[in-house]
Protein backbone atom coordinates (compact mmCIF):
# COMPACT_ATOMS: atom_id res chain seq x y z
CA UNK A 1 0.00 0.00 0.00
CA UNK A 2 1.35 3.37 -0.93
CA UNK A 3 1.82 6.29 1.63
CA UNK A 4 -0.07 9.29 0.96
CA UNK A 5 0.24 12.82 1.64
CA UNK A 6 -2.08 14.47 2.64
CA UNK A 7 -0.82 18.10 3.55
CA UNK A 8 0.42 17.02 6.86
CA UNK A 9 4.07 18.00 7.99
CA UNK A 10 5.37 14.99 10.00
CA UNK A 11 6.87 17.17 12.21
CA UNK A 12 7.06 16.86 16.31
CA UNK A 13 6.87 19.10 18.38
CA UNK A 14 10.12 21.05 19.65
CA UNK A 15 9.80 20.92 23.24
CA UNK A 16 12.56 22.92 25.41
CA UNK A 17 13.39 20.67 28.60
CA UNK A 18 14.68 22.57 30.93
CA UNK A 19 17.26 21.08 33.06
CA UNK A 20 19.50 21.83 35.98
CA UNK A 21 22.58 22.32 33.09
CA UNK A 22 20.46 25.33 31.28
CA UNK A 23 18.45 26.57 34.10
CA UNK A 24 19.00 28.35 37.26
CA UNK A 25 16.01 29.31 39.62
CA UNK A 26 16.18 31.84 42.63
CA UNK A 27 13.32 33.35 44.42
CA UNK A 28 13.30 37.42 45.11
CA UNK A 29 13.30 39.09 48.35
CA UNK A 30 9.70 39.46 47.77
CA UNK A 31 8.90 35.13 47.17
CA UNK A 32 8.72 35.88 43.27
CA UNK A 33 10.30 32.91 41.50
CA UNK A 34 12.93 34.05 38.88
CA UNK A 35 14.99 31.84 36.16
CA UNK A 36 18.25 32.78 34.64
CA UNK A 37 18.67 30.57 31.32
CA UNK A 38 22.04 29.90 30.10
CA UNK A 39 23.45 32.21 28.17
CA UNK A 40 21.24 35.18 29.11
CA UNK A 41 22.57 37.64 31.24
CA UNK A 42 19.49 37.97 33.58
CA UNK A 43 17.25 36.67 35.84
CA UNK A 44 13.43 36.69 34.91
CA UNK A 45 10.29 36.23 36.87
CA UNK A 46 8.28 33.28 35.65
CA UNK A 47 5.46 31.46 36.23
CA UNK A 48 4.96 27.29 36.66
CA UNK A 49 2.06 25.29 35.39
CA UNK A 50 1.46 21.86 35.78
CA UNK A 51 0.76 20.31 32.48
CA UNK A 52 -1.22 17.38 33.96
CA UNK A 53 -1.84 18.80 37.41
CA UNK A 54 -3.50 15.63 39.01
CA UNK A 55 -2.12 12.36 37.22
CA UNK A 56 1.71 14.24 37.29
CA UNK A 57 1.57 16.79 39.79
CA UNK A 58 5.62 16.76 39.67
CA UNK A 59 6.11 16.43 36.51
CA UNK A 60 5.95 18.28 33.19
CA UNK A 61 5.81 21.77 34.40
CA UNK A 62 5.91 24.33 32.21
CA UNK A 63 7.92 27.81 32.77
CA UNK A 64 7.08 31.16 31.55
CA UNK A 65 7.54 34.82 31.49
CA UNK A 66 4.36 37.21 33.32
CA UNK A 67 2.91 37.42 29.42
CA UNK A 68 2.97 33.92 28.97
CA UNK A 69 5.41 33.06 26.49
CA UNK A 70 6.94 29.94 27.05
CA UNK A 71 10.63 28.85 28.27
CA UNK A 72 10.12 25.33 28.42
CA UNK A 73 9.30 22.38 30.24
CA UNK A 74 11.09 20.26 33.50
CA UNK A 75 10.55 17.19 33.29
CA UNK A 76 11.04 15.99 36.49
CA UNK A 77 11.18 18.45 39.86
CA UNK A 78 13.39 15.74 40.96
CA UNK A 79 16.06 16.40 38.35
CA UNK A 80 17.55 19.62 40.24
CA UNK A 81 19.13 20.25 43.19
CA UNK A 82 17.33 19.95 46.94
CA UNK A 83 16.60 23.74 47.44
CA UNK A 84 15.90 23.90 43.70
CA UNK A 85 13.42 21.79 44.19
CA UNK A 86 11.79 23.11 47.47
CA UNK A 87 11.39 26.86 45.25
CA UNK A 88 9.75 24.64 42.75
CA UNK A 89 7.79 22.57 44.75
CA UNK A 90 6.71 25.99 47.42
CA UNK A 91 5.60 27.53 44.38
CA UNK A 92 3.34 25.14 42.86
CA UNK A 93 1.68 24.75 46.06
CA UNK A 94 1.09 27.98 46.67
CA UNK A 95 -0.35 28.07 43.23
CA UNK A 96 -2.15 25.04 43.21
CA UNK A 97 -3.70 25.54 46.74
CA UNK A 98 -7.20 23.94 47.20
CA UNK A 99 -8.65 23.42 51.00
CA UNK A 100 -9.62 19.80 51.54
CA UNK A 101 -13.53 19.20 52.39
CA UNK A 102 -14.01 16.30 55.16
CA UNK A 103 -17.55 17.13 55.55
CA UNK A 104 -20.41 18.63 53.57
CA UNK A 105 -22.62 20.12 55.90
CA UNK A 106 -25.40 21.63 53.92
CA UNK A 107 -26.06 22.37 50.21
CA UNK A 108 -28.90 25.35 49.56
CA UNK A 109 -30.19 26.22 46.62
CA UNK A 110 -30.83 29.75 46.08
CA UNK A 111 -31.64 31.77 42.40
CA UNK A 112 -30.07 29.49 40.36
CA UNK A 113 -26.83 29.20 42.20
CA UNK A 114 -25.96 26.98 45.37
CA UNK A 115 -24.61 27.66 48.60
CA UNK A 116 -22.65 25.08 50.45
CA UNK A 117 -21.16 24.88 54.34
CA UNK A 118 -18.37 22.65 54.13
CA UNK A 119 -15.85 21.38 56.46
CA UNK A 120 -12.33 22.01 55.45
CA UNK A 121 -8.92 20.92 57.32
CA UNK A 122 -8.54 24.00 57.59
CA UNK A 123 -11.82 24.82 59.19
CA UNK A 124 -15.69 25.66 58.14
CA UNK A 125 -16.32 27.61 54.83
CA UNK A 126 -19.14 28.83 53.45
CA UNK A 127 -18.82 28.86 49.67
CA UNK A 128 -20.94 29.81 46.71
CA UNK A 129 -21.16 27.58 43.10
CA UNK A 130 -22.68 29.23 40.24
CA UNK A 131 -23.37 26.65 38.16
CA UNK A 132 -23.16 23.57 40.74
CA UNK A 133 -23.10 20.84 38.27
CA UNK A 134 -20.46 22.72 35.91
CA UNK A 135 -18.39 23.71 39.30
CA UNK A 136 -17.69 20.06 40.94
CA UNK A 137 -15.05 18.47 38.30
CA UNK A 138 -14.71 14.35 39.12
CA UNK A 139 -11.02 13.24 39.17
CA UNK A 140 -10.82 10.00 38.67
CA UNK A 141 -13.39 7.47 40.48
CA UNK A 142 -12.69 8.72 43.65
CA UNK A 143 -11.86 12.26 43.97
CA UNK A 144 -13.55 15.98 43.26
CA UNK A 145 -12.05 19.54 42.67
CA UNK A 146 -15.20 21.99 43.39
CA UNK A 147 -14.32 25.41 42.17
CA UNK A 148 -16.42 27.97 43.72
CA UNK A 149 -17.76 31.66 42.34
CA UNK A 150 -14.42 33.32 43.10
CA UNK A 151 -12.24 30.62 41.30
CA UNK A 152 -11.39 29.15 44.99
CA UNK A 153 -10.77 25.31 44.83
CA UNK A 154 -11.91 22.75 47.23
CA UNK A 155 -10.67 19.18 46.87
CA UNK A 156 -12.55 16.00 48.14
CA UNK A 157 -9.35 13.96 48.46
CA UNK A 158 -12.03 10.52 48.48
CA UNK A 159 -15.56 10.50 47.49
CA UNK A 160 -15.69 6.89 49.82
CA UNK A 161 -14.70 8.51 52.92
CA UNK A 162 -17.01 11.03 53.16
CA UNK A 163 -19.94 10.16 55.80
CA UNK A 164 -22.73 9.11 54.13
CA UNK A 165 -24.76 12.52 54.63
CA UNK A 166 -22.09 14.37 53.31
CA UNK A 167 -22.35 12.17 50.23
CA UNK A 168 -25.76 12.29 49.77
CA UNK A 169 -25.51 15.70 49.45
CA UNK A 170 -23.02 15.66 46.60
CA UNK A 171 -23.99 12.69 44.84
CA UNK A 172 -26.69 14.54 43.10
CA UNK A 173 -24.34 16.64 41.61
CA UNK A 174 -21.23 13.77 40.58
Known amino acids: MEDKDFGIANKSADINYLTKENVEFSLTQNGFVTAKFKDTP ?34 NICDFEKETEEILRHELERRYFSAK ?8 EKFGSSVWTVETKNG ?36 SSL ?12
Open 42 to 75: DFVRVHLSRVFPHDLPEEFISVSDVTGTEYGIIR
Open 101 to 108: ITKILSVD
Open 124 to 159: MRVITLKDTFASIIRIGEDRAMIVDIDANRYEIESL
Open 163 to 174: DKHSFRRIELFL
